[in-house]
């Protein structure tokens, strides 16, 4: 079966622009996570949607939002992008309980200039 | 304080021996899980295995298994006969049980390097 899927993998932006990544979870998943891995912070929890509702929010600011669909699929939405948003963004996805587990995708890596 | 520790930020192992990557975690929620990640230079996060606080034996999947300590609140995990294409980061990470919590909390990883 297909896997997660996250669109682009590689994007180069500027600084004040905005970006919108995207995350097709597995076929039947109805919950998406999204992380940011950097060196220097490591992997930190950014939000987490199940049936199109946020659930769980990280400690960002509210630079960063997302939405889910009623497809599962997830965007994540990054305005006035800053040099510090340079990053690997992954996107997991999972049938929504506490019992199960995440499929990662291959993440986005996001180049701010 | 760290919730999910990961003592060894690099390791050199000769291929086909067993590796033990280490992990210790806290947390005051009886109900947890505790996840084992591989990542590639690809950057894909590809999951290893899973234990589960109530669970009663150590998880094991192939060449993986997970020493779960709980009063010590460790959670190695092992690689039997090591391979080239192990090398990777590995991290560690927990998702507490609490209601409506259904983030992972992770570890700074351990770059693992399998030397032919």
């Known amino acids: 079966k297909a896997g997660v899927t996250q669109t682009p993998r590689y994007l180069i932006k500027t600084r004040g622009q905005q970006v919108t990544l995207s995350c097709s979870p597995i076929s039947g998943h109805r919950s998406v996570s999204w992380y940011q891995q950097t060196p220097g912070q490591g992997l930190q929890f950014l939000f987490e949607y199940f049936s199109e509702t946020q659930r769980n929010k990280g400690n960002f600011p509210g630079r960063f939002s997302g939405r889910q669909f009623s497809n599962s699929r997830s965007e994540m939405n990054v305005s006035t992008l800053e040099l510090g948003d340079s990053a690997l963004y992954l996107c997991?996805?999972?049938?929504?309980?506490?019992?199960?587990?995440?499929?990662f995708g291959s993440g986005t890596r996001l180049t701010v200039v | 304080a760290q919730k999910i520790t990961q003592t060894q930020p690099g390791m050199f192992v000769q291929e086909k021996e067993a590796v033990t990557l280490d992990c210790t975690y806290d947390?005051?929620?009886?109900?947890?899980?505790l996840f084992w990640y591989k990542q590639p230079s690809s950057g894909e996060m590809i999951f290893l295995i899973y234990?589960?606080?109530?669970d009663q034996q150590n998880a094991t999947e192939g060449r993986y298994s997970l020493n779960f300590q709980k009063a010590r609140k460790s959670a190695n995990l092992v690689i039997s006969a090591s391979q080239l294409g192990d090398s990777a980061m590995y991290f560690c990470a927990m998702r507490e049980g609490r209601d409506s919590n259904y983030q992972l909390i992770w570890g700074a990883g351990t770059k693992l390097i399998i030397k032919p």
């Open positions: 997991a996805s999972s049938r929504g309980g506490t019992g199960y587990g995440y499929t």
């Open positions: 947390t005051s929620d009886p109900s947890y899980g």
């Open positions: 234990q589960g606080s109530y």
